[in-house]
């Protein structure tokens, strides 16, 4: 049977492939052992040919692809540990960056992303979702590519110059929804949004591979500058998952899983997040879990994450926390209420009492069953422990197969260009905003009379020429308009108070 040495308690501690895809935690205070644990199970799943992805948010995970260094420390847990067949290795690593600086940039479209997604990204309202939506269709009925941010403010520019015939056929398009969308994006593009939206898009499949000795590669995002824009990092999460759930077939529960998330610093994926990303995430996580993907946390507090996420964790491992505050306190109390009880201990105390890589661990054995919580002493991981030198992790790069495939962008003829090129075709005739939509030349009138007498200067004034309009004429225009006016204004109330009556 395939499984993942973890650890000694009172009897050896094990995780099973079988059971790898039914999620995980690791949690505990900063400095007990979470990133060492999570190294042990990344390394065990490459080691059964599992690919896995990581968020590295400290630097530290990238120690994966060097062999580890003999010590004191790692002698004397070995020697505790009676491991007798340990031996030094890399894992096979492939550096991954949305900024494209320290690995192989991570992009995708707005087109691949979709309306829906984007508009959680955005925090878009219910109005602003339905501009967005007439925006990517009017994209669609005219052939034009939406690739990055300045193919989807084209766009948006396009749909706001042409508002009448547009909202003729879909609805009304409102200029603020417009001008609110755009500043989300200007928010976006500040927060380094911009560099996730391009081409060469990834494609997940390169996420799902082997090495030529059939061991699953390890995928490391390198997201210490990326966490600091938790709306982007959310969304880059919420993307990932949603395609991978869209995408896989169902497979139930395979003997090893076909992919494994670790996403390191998890509260700050769900701190101040929108409602609509949470409960998204919450619906991935419940169902991905049948496509043979595993999503393990990783956080401080259990109690970080929502209570409908940690009923779905099945593979758990709490390194020591300490309760120095009422939150604390309560912290150790929900985490000890969520083992399964261990007769031989008292599970609130010894969380408060665990040494620096040890762990009250809880896995599903077989029947799904989960074991009783075991205090454990954790194996160390095969590989480097901390950070990789600047040249360590440009010769990884180097050697990466898929590098030729992502390093260099493309900018297809897309949007922006194509709406460039049709304002520079009518740019001689036309000067107005909406330039971009070529209109007819109005039919020419006769020429009015050279010298007109006082006859026909009164009948000019009151039924007009040829040149200008008429009082009288003028004068009934506005009667209709002004009518119309009050009847618009009164049907612009009663959809807006349909559509976007309550608040977000």
């Not at 790069?397 to 495939?405: E, H, N, V, W």
Request: proline share 6%.
């Amino acid at each position: 049977m395939s499984k993942i040495f973890l650890g000694k308690g009172e009897q050896d501690v094990h995780l099973l492939a079988k059971y790898g895809n039914r999620h995980g935690l690791i949690a505990g205070a900063t400095g007990t052992g979470k990133s060492v644990s999570l190294m042990v199970l990344a390394e065990g799943f490459s080691r059964l040919g599992v690919p896995v992805f990581l968020a590295d948010v400290k630097g530290d995970l990238a120690g994966l692809s060097q062999p580890s260094v003999a010590n004191e420390k790692l002698n004397a847990r070995l020697q505790r540990l009676a491991i007798g067949d340990y031996q030094s290795a890399a894992n096979p690593v492939v550096f991954w960056d949305i900024y494209g600086v320290n690995g192989h940039p991570v992009r995708t479209t707005v087109s691949e992303l979709g309306p829906n997604l984007l508009t959680r990204l955005l925090e878009l309202n219910d109005t602003q979702e339905g501009v967005l939506q007439v925006v990517f269709k009017v994209a669609d009925e005219n052939g034009m590519l939406l690739l990055d941010l300045d193919d989807l403010r084209a766009m948006l520019n396009f749909v706001a110059q042409n508002a009448k015939e547009i909202s003729a056929k879909y609805g009304l398009v409102a200029p603020a929804s417009v001008a609110a969308i755009q500043r989300a994006l200007l928010q976006l593009d500040n927060a380094g949004g911009a560099s996730f939206f391009g081409e060469p898009a990834l494609a997940l499949a390169d996420f799902m591979r082997q090495d030529l000795n059939g061991r699953g590669i390890i995928n490391v995002l390198a997201a210490e500058q990326l966490i600091l824009k938790p709306r982007v990092y959310s969304s880059f999460l919420l993307w990932m998952l949603s395609e991978l759930f869209e995408n896989l077939p169902e497979i139930g529960d395979p003997e090893v899983p076909k992919l494994v998330f670790f996403f390191d610093e998890a509260h700050l994926l769900f701190a101040d997040a929108p409602a609509s990303l949470k409960q998204r995430v919450e619906q991935v996580v419940r169902l991905i879990r049948s496509k043979g993907v595993g999503v393990y946390f990783i956080s401080q507090l259990p109690d970080d994450l929502p209570e409908v996420i940690l009923g779905q964790l099945g593979n758990r491992l709490q390194h020591a926390l300490r309760a120095f505050t009422p939150r604390d306190q309560k912290a150790v109390k929900t985490a000890a209420e969520t083992f399964p009880p261990n007769p031989h201990f008292k599970v609130a105390e010894v969380i408060t009492q665990l040494g620096v890589g040890e762990a009250l661990v809880s896995t599903l054995q077989e029947g799904g069953i989960p074991l009783p919580v075991e205090k454990t002493y954790m194996a160390p991981p095969r590989c480097r422990i901390g950070a990789i030198t600047a040249e360590e992790r440009s010769t990884i790069r180097a050697r990466s197969p898929i590098g030729g495939k992502y390093d260099t962008a493309v900018n297809r003829d897309s949007a922006y260009e194509r709406l460039q090129q049709r304002a520079a075709s009518v740019a001689p005739t036309s000067s107005g905003p909406a330039a971009a939509l070529p209109k007819a030349n109005p039919p020419e009138r006769d020429p009015a009379p050279a010298d007109p007498g006082w006859g026909d200067k009164i009948k000019g004034f009151l039924f007009g020429t040829a040149r200008r309009q008429g009082a009288l004429e003028a004068f009934a225009k506005s009667a209709v308009r002004n009518a119309g006016s009050r009847v618009s204004n009164q049907i612009l109330r009663g959809v807006l108070g349909g559509v976007s009556g309550r608040r977000r």
